[in-house]
């Protein structure tokens, strides 16, 4: 005899998740025999905080799909692990000595507690953790692949370096075709040979995909590392708002450009929101255009205009308008500016410059109505009508971006024309597409005005016009252009993967594959040297062979680029991962996650996967195939409100009468809106005393939606919410509170009507002395009705991801066989498994219950038959003289007569025809009965 108590709850949550661990009941082999499932969860970074009940929205969805496809008859892999270096345990570190390995086995800890008592059906056996060693001596092993791989523009491939230094021996650089730095110089196979081993290393950086150079980076002295773009808002860094300034820096990279072209068509291929593949294209930024050359002039003031031999790269997508540039924008960090800069220029210049280095490129390129720059005194030649046009710098042009310049054309582009008033700079006024010659152009040269370049065209034929010219001038090129940069691949940190990399004479090397993993080795302290070096600086005796390691560490998402893999072979001590196996899971099914993470470790983890593939090791060139971005649960906040230069607080509904400050207050010292008095005294020693103007004998808090944090006191821990309620009301409420992709706010005041669902639902199987009460009695008409409408409604949300509907839909069908007294085995067993995705542990003691010795997670789930479905009778609403009246309920295969003859003989239509025959009766079966008096 049970009762579903609070108390039982916990008993059954807790026998079941003891047993499914005992019997190992979610281990996953590589069962060929069945097809195979792969849903994943976005790699959870383990904080000090543990989670709130926003975290595991998305796991519970992926848990409900996993379940759902198991008990459908998949191979399902479902697996958990730790994205474990973070800034967060190494800052921890900093401040208190204590090693973040520490830091981060303890949050970890916390987190598969809380993990494993909501129920998840992961694999545990299949658990990575990105700090441990004979993990990451796999991201250490990709990493040398990167090193020893070019991109070849012919296979559109990367192809292992070997292939391209036997090249060189043969026939030099000429025929080469790859993705490189712009500045790679001719060679034949003679001179190769004979080149140093350092001069040969130089050149092999250019092309190797993992490349050392020297980058204008974000360097955060307060944190002592290297940020990428999107960890520095508003010149300062995101995480503790330190100072960031650009400097130049040695600095490792990744050649992800070479796979810009494969990184946007691979978008089509996927199943991921749109907003996400936007947020991707518009990183990768892909522009067709011209690449063009400004020749520079020696000097204007002097006099001599001669061409200097140099001259100022730009790329345009808009050539047609190249008559109407009066002047260059040169980034302040162009390695021309210093060359170029007159005496007189000199001051204003450097002095730009240091302080444009330390704004962020972000920060740049947001403040489009900012204007400011300097005249560096230089001029260049427009190559089109040979005129001359003055240099300046500006912060609003990246160094990165493109070739660091552009040609500003005032009379088109609206920050152009917005430095052109600020400095009163020439406008000219460009008419677009056909009749481009106007009286301005005049003055051009015959040559151009002959040539028809232009005349009467439309924008794009006028483009292209444009790009025939300057190449047939041999002025510059056609080109396609990527906004995209190679991304910084290194941290001035400790807590990250060691490079396996050494150095020889300055020459990096890399280690030999039987001695990885390069561990970490123990430091005194976790901050920078002395002298600047990072805090692998301190380490002792530290080498390779007698040679010094690389001191950077690998970044936050190096782990991250290639983890799911892993997981399909998590204890493989040969590779990385086995063929046999990566061709069984191939890609990921189904990844939950943030959209947050876009162009970081999503457009990283397809940059990889594609690195991966062109050599060889796995056959996805995509590694998730579908992607749902799960909404966030966001937090109530609480309010009292603060009488001004008093301690005396007013009930919200008084507030206007007052000079009051809104104060955010615990959300558990609240219940239905009312603040607990003396509870909030003793939360604040300041507030002991304090006082409170009430309505109605109660303190009523404000409330607002806001994000979920520590600092609004508004986090709900779920450990409170499984303990109160259990982790089935836990799991069905977050799908039950709206669509998953969408954001809604936690309301505990709405868990209750879940839990008692489940009650309702426990009390189907048992008597009203508790017993266990199963009818095999055949079910009625009805009763199989509803089943089965339930089990299409769950098959079809499971399958479109609509879980909160599936809640209501299972709500709807309890309420009906409670009224019904339905305990008939035939209803009930079929629906416990349906309901065993959504609650687990309920389901499985249900199913102990009904008398079976396995696991509910060897049943299979029981499709919908249509035959119970179809409607054999229809309830028509009668409307007498347009109005609805009464319904009236006949056979779907009645004939009309016989309806008409029903109808008009019924009361209702009697009393309103007053003993007069209708003048019609229009029947549409199915729908409706219209009768006109």
């Not at 065209?457 to 006028?462: E, N, R």
């Not at 808090?701 to 109160?724: F, H, L, Q, R, T």
Request: hydrophobic share 40%; aromatic share 12%; net charge negative.
């Amino acid at each position: 005899m049970a009762d579903y108590s609070k108390e039982e709850i916990k008993r059954i949550e807790q026998k079941w998740q003891e047993k499914w661990a005992t019997d190992g009941a979610y281990k996953v082999v590589n069962d060929t025999s069945k097809p195979k499932y792969y849903a994943l969860d976005m790699f959870p970074y383990p904080s000090g905080a543990g989670l709130h009940v926003g975290h595991p929205l998305g796991y519970i969805a992926s848990d409900i799909v996993s379940r759902y496809k198991r008990i459908k008859g998949f191979n399902v892999l479902h697996p958990m692990g730790f994205d474990a270096f973070g800034l967060p345990a190494e800052q921890y570190a900093i401040q208190t000595g204590q090693h973040p390995r520490l830091t981060t086995e303890k949050n970890i800890e916390t987190y598969k507690r809380q993990l494993k008592q909501i129920g998840f059906s992961y694999d545990w056996d299949r658990e990575v953790q990105t700090s441990d060693p004979q993990y990451y001596r796999w991201t250490q092993w990709i990493f040398m692949q990167l090193f020893n791989s070019w991109y070849n523009k012919n296979t559109d491939s990367a192809e292992p370096i070997s292939k391209l230094t036997l090249e060189f021996e043969k026939n030099g650089n000429a025929h080469i075709n790859a993705v490189v730095d712009e500045a790679v110089a001719a060679f034949t196979g003679m001179e190769w040979k004979a080149k140093s081993e350092a001069d040969k290393e130089a050149v092999l950086q250019q092309y190797r995909i993992a490349y050392l150079s020297e980058t204008m980076v974000n360097w955060c002295a307060a944190l002592g590392t290297v940020l990428s773009n999107d960890e520095v808002k508003d010149g300062v860094s995101e995480r503790g708002g330190y100072p960031v300034e650009r400097i130049k820096m040695m600095q490792w990279s990744m050649r992800i450009t070479a796979y810009a072209e494969r990184l946007l068509k691979g978008l089509d291929t996927i199943d991921w929101p749109e907003a996400v593949k936007e947020m991707q294209r518009n990183w990768i930024g892909k522009s067709m255009g011209c690449e063009l050359t400004f020749p520079i002039v020696k000097g204007q003031e002097s006099g001599d205009k001669s061409e200097a031999s140099e001259g100022i790269k730009v790329f345009t997508t808009r050539i047609d308008t190249v008559f109407g540039v009066t002047f260059l924008v040169l980034a302040p960090e162009h390695e021309l500016v210093d060359k170029i800069t007159t005496a007189e220029q000199r001051a204003k210049v450097d002095e730009y410059v240091s302080v444009a280095k330390n704004r962020s490129e972000r920060e740049r390129m947001s403040e489009v109505k900012r204007v400011s720059g300097a005249f560096t005194g230089a001029y260049a030649k427009n190559p089109f009508n040979n005129e001359l046009i003055p240099i300046w710098i500006a912060d609003y042009v990246l160094a990165g971006y493109g070739t660091g310049a552009v040609m500003a054309v005032p009379g088109h582009d609206e920050r152009d024309h917005r430095f052109a008033k600020h400095y009163n700079l020439p406008i000219v006024q460009v008419v677009e597409g056909p009749d481009v010659i106007e009286e301005a152009f005049v003055s051009w040269e015959a040559k151009i005005i002959n040539s028809g370049f232009m005349n009467g065209m439309v924008v794009d034929d006028a483009i292209q016009a444009g790009i025939d010219k300057v190449e047939e001038w041999k002025i510059g090129k056609g080109k396609i252009n990527y906004r995209m940069r190679d991304a910084i691949f290194g941290r001035q940190r400790y807590w990250g993967e060691p490079f396996p990399v050494y150095f020889v004479n300055g020459l990096p090397k890399l280690v030999d594959d039987k001695d990885l993993p390069v561990t970490l080795p123990d430091i005194d302290q976790y901050k920078p040297t002395e002298t600047g070096e990072p805090p692998l600086g301190r380490a002792k005796d530290w080498n390779y062979k007698g040679h010094s390691y690389e001191l950077t560490t690998m970044p936050g998402w190096a782990g991250s680029s290639w983890y799911w893999f892993r997981y399909m072979d998590p204890k493989n001590e040969n590779q990385f991962v086995s063929k046999e196996a990566q061709q069984y899971w191939k890609a990921v099914d189904l990844y939950i996650g943030g959209s947050e993470h876009a162009t970081g470790h999503l457009l990283y983890s397809r940059f990889w996967c594609k690195v991966l593939k062109d050599l060889g090791h796995v056959d996805s060139e995509e590694p998730f195939l579908k992607m749902i971005n799960q909404g966030h649960i966001q937090g109530v906040s609480k309010f009292v409100y603060r009488i001004n230069g008093t301690k005396q607080f007013v009930s919200a509904g008084l507030r206007k009468q007052y000079e009051v400050t809104p104060l955010n207050v615990d959300i558990n010292m609240v219940e239905n809106d009312a603040l607990d008095i003396e509870a909030f005294k003793n939360w604040r020693e300041d507030f002991a005393d304090a006082t409170f103007i009430l309505e109605d004998g109660r303190y009523i808090c404000g409330s607002e939606v806001e994000k979920m944090s520590k600092s609004k006191y508004n986090v709900v821990n779920p450990d409170d919410i499984v303990s109160a309620y259990g982790a089935d009301t836990l799991r069905m409420y977050e799908m039950f509170l709206g669509p998953l992709e969408l954001s809604k706010p936690w309301a505990t005041n709405g868990i209750d009507g879940v839990y008692k669902f489940l009650r309702k639902f426990w009390n189907l199987f048992h008597d009203a002395n508790g017993n266990v009460a199963i009818s095999n009695d055949e079910p009625t008409k009805e009763e199989y009705k509803v089943l089965h409408k339930t089990l299409k409604k769950i098959e079809e949300d499971i399958e479109t991801f609509s879980f909160n509907t599936s809640v209501s839909e299972f709500m709807i069908c309890c309420n009906f066989l409670t009224s019904a007294k339905c305990n008939k085995r035939a209803i009930l067993e079929p629906l416990v498994i349906a309901l065993s995705p959504f609650a687990p542990h309920i389901a499985e003691e249900l199913w102990s219950k009904l008398g079976h010795s396995t696991s509910i997670l060897t049943s299979k789930f029981v499709s919908f038959d249509p035959s119970f479905l179809i409607e054999n009778s229809f309830e028509y609403p009668i409307s007498i003289n347009g109005k609805v009246r009464a319904k009236m309920n006949f056979a779907l295969d009645m004939p009309k007569e016989d309806i008409e003859k029903l109808v008009i003989a019924s009361e209702i239509v009697q009393k309103w025809a007053e003993g007069k025959p209708p003048k019609k009766v229009i029947i549409v079966p199915g729908k409706i009965v219209n009768v006109v008096l």
